[in-house]
């Protein structure tokens, strides 16, 4: 290095972070959306995936495809191990987002997409978002007008679904188990990137995950490949899933735990307007008007 910095700052999550507030707020944003943007297109191909194979199936395969680009990447960057703590939280992440995706993949096989993918984010998001705020996480008011918001949008397009379907009482518990499970791999992984590389917490959370999803198919006497007509699919997710979680973790790196939550709980958007075009589920009028005041929500939410 030529030189330091000029300037550093100590963010709440303990990690030093150079230069001004407004550049790691946008890469927070930049990276959430993503996030959210590729969580949203995955989850559409995992409920889909799942309605043809077994969820312990669809995830091993995912998981086992996904895993050697994140080992690649981590190896071409020459990451550094973990301490013994970022370890640790993220083995504990990626337990917990194996369970969140299985049972989020089970509520999609099951039930309206539209009802089940935004339920999980709410809660999700509710818990992170609480954590954060009773560990002196601040945000500026504009930031907190785009938060609200960003919850109204969640709301809006979960509120009109039918959600007295048969369908949509199965996925109901599903979808707020999921939600939960969330919630811990979104605070391990934030609590694991505040002293680790992205890169090392997503491998060490995707061979977690799956060493878990596998040992629970064999338990179970499910085939661990995907038949062949699913088998692009798999591969399609497997590589979308490992894209979001490098993405997340980044985001987790730029910003606090609570706005950060907030930006990848948008997934739902993408997931209600994919299932409307693709799987021709109808998209109410105050889903429409949810997803436009999500744009808004996230203007303000680039605000520092």
């Known amino acids: 290095m030529a030189g330091a910095p ?17 550049d790691h707020a946008l890469s927070a944003i930049g990276y959430g959306l993503g996030s959210a943007f590729v969580y949203g297109i ?5 409920g889909v995936a799942t309605r043809r194979a077994h969820v312990l199936t669809v995830l091993t395969g995912a998981y086992a495809l996904g895993l050697p680009l994140i080992l690649i990447a981590a190896i071409l960057s020459r990451t ?7 370890i640790a939280w993220s083995v504990a992440g990626g337990a917990a987002e194996a369970a969140a995706a299985g049972l989020l993949y089970l509520a999609l096989a099951s039930g309206t997409m539209g009802v089940a993918s935004p339920l999980a984010a709410v809660v999700g998001a509710a818990i992170p978002v609480a954590v954060g705020l009773l560990t002196g996480e601040t945000v500026a008011p504009p930031q907190a007008l785009g938060m609200v918001l960003a919850f109204g949008t969640i709301l809006l397009i979960a509120g009109p679904r039918r959600v007295g379907t048969a369908m949509d009482r199965r996925a109901t518990p599903l979808a707020i188990a999921s939600g939960g499970m969330f919630a811990v791999s ?13 890169l090392a917490v997503a491998a060490i959370a ?4 799956l060493a878990i999803v596998a040992i629970l198919a064999v338990a179970i006497a499910r085939p661990l490949v995907a038949p062949q007509g699913s088998r692009r699919l798999v591969g399609a997710i497997g590589l979308l899933d490992a894209t979001a979680l490098v993405l997340l ?3 987790y790196g730029s910003g606090p735990l609570g706005l950060t939550t907030v930006l990848i709980s948008l997934y739902p958007a993408v997931t209600v307007v994919l299932a409307g075009l693709l799987l021709r589920e109808r998209m109410a009028r105050s889903e429409l008007v949810g997803v436009g005041i999500a744009l808004v929500a996230v203007t303000l939410l680039a605000v520092s």
Not at 42 to 46: L, P, S
Not at 80 to 86: F, I
Not at 206 to 209: P, Q, W
């Open 6 to 22: 000029p300037s550093t700052r100590l963010v709440p999550s303990g990690r030093h972070v150079a230069g001004p507030h407004g």
């Open 42 to 46: 995955a989850d559409v191909a995992g």
């Open 80 to 86: 550094a191990v973990p301490s013994v703590d970022g």
């Open 186 to 198: 979104f605070i391990a992984f934030s609590t694991a990137e505040a002293t680790s590389d992205p």
């Open 206 to 209: 995707r061979v977690t995950g």
């Open 249 to 251: 973790l980044l985001a």
